[in-house]
């Protein structure tokens, strides 16, 4: 079992920057992969940011390219996710999941994180 706790999110306006972290803890002494997600009211979830387990790359939905970093510090079992000129679109409870390496599945949730953007 992995354990998720988020933090880091809160109220913004437009144009302005965010960073959500996630401290894993538990069974982390495996290889596993994060990944974060959102939903906005009345939308379902979707997927926002990881870092490729083959490549070491990240990977971004379109809708926020040039605008979110993911990162990770592995001496802290801590992912970031570094968000900066924010839109009112962007509002949502983010989340960040874990996968074992080589599975495709996101098997531990955190608790999710309220980020509101105001126009």
């Known amino acids: 079992q992995v354990q998720l706790a988020e933090s880091g999110g809160g109220l913004v306006q437009a144009g302005g920057s965010l960073r959500l972290s996630c401290t894993a803890s538990?069974?982390?002494?495996?290889?596993?992969?994060m990944g974060w997600f959102r939903q906005a009211p009345g939308k379902e979830r979707e997927f926002v940011a990881t870092?490729?387990?083959?490549?070491?790359?990240?990977l971004y939905v379109d809708s926020v390219k040039g605008r979110f970093t993911v990162s990770r510090d592995n001496a802290k079992n801590t992912d970031y996710l570094q968000m900066s000129s924010l839109k009112p679109e962007d509002t949502a409870v983010y989340y960040c999941a874990a996968r074992t390496v080589g599975l495709s599945q996101f098997l531990w949730w955190g608790q999710g994180t309220q980020v509101t953007v105001s126009s």
């Open positions: 870092i490729d387990d083959n490549s070491g790359s990240p």
């Open positions: 538990g069974r982390t002494s495996g290889n596993y992969v």
